[in-house]
């Protein structure tokens, strides 16, 4: 199986920052790598795809890059709404392994 | 709009099981795998398997083999996972989610509680 790890495990912001999380896979999945974003007591939320993707409707602040084995997720502007978990997800074999996740909370 | 719509919250005793269903709408049931997805309180996300509901073919995380089936009702638009042999730590919130490669959207999840 491939494992998938996040850092930080959790960091403190606030509204207006730049955030990075960044996700690795203990084998290269070139760029077959999605984003979560999930809020307290619903289900989680794609926000990219396909490491640099950005699902429709997502804002444009949010941004993903990367191949082989390290990717990053950036919010450009850390809005209010934003504080949530986010979740790294590979989907290049089954299984389909997600990272621990990354909580972002309000400094 | 697409939806996946699950079943309610169930309360069973160790060594029991639990089927969970998950209807879809709003697309061809056909045309998307169907995942299965478990996060116990204040932990990660844990893909269990998934259905491709067009040829019935499944796929299991090899924790949960010979435990977990996922099967289909194709006339109903609706896909099912059922987990036996249930133990204190499978106590979870159970989601269905759409997709192959990405998956989306997800449905509201199931609560399943595991207690004696």
């Known amino acids: 199986d491939i494992q998938m790890t996040q850092s930080p495990s959790s960091l403190s912001a606030s509204v207006g920052d730049r955030v990075t999380i960044t996700c690795r896979a203990s084998?290269?999945?070139?760029?077959?790598l999605n984003w979560y974003q999930q809020k307290p007591g619903k289900a989680p939320k794609l926000l990219i795809y396909a490491a640099s993707s950005l699902q429709s409707g997502v804002p444009s602040r949010f941004s993903g890059s990367g191949s082989g084995t390290d990717f990053t997720l950036t919010i450009s502007s850390l809005q209010p709404e934003d504080f949530a978990t986010y979740y790294c997800q590979q989907s290049y074999s089954t299984p389909r392994t997600f990272g621990p996740g990354t909580k972002v909370d309000i400094k | 709009q697409v939806q996946l719509v699950q079943s309610g919250a169930e309360v069973k005793k160790p060594g029991a099981s639990v089927k969970v269903s998950c209807k879809a709408s709003?697309?061809?049931?056909?045309?998307?795998?169907i995942n299965w997805v478990r996060q116990a309180t204040g932990q990660g996300l844990e893909w269990m398997g998934w259905?491709?509901?067009?040829?019935?073919?499944?796929g299991y995380a090899q924790k949960f083999q010979g435990r977990v089936s996922i099967t289909r009702n194709t006339s109903i638009s609706t896909t099912y996972m059922e987990l036996s042999s249930l133990r204190s730590e499978d106590t979870a919130v159970y989601y269905c989610a759409r997709g192959s490669r990405t998956i989306d959207p997800w449905g509201q999840g199931t609560l399943v509680t595991v207690s004696s």
């Open positions: 259905m491709n509901p067009n040829s019935g073919n499944t």
């Open positions: 709003g697309y061809t049931f056909t045309t998307y795998d």
């Open positions: 084998q290269s999945i070139s760029n077959y």
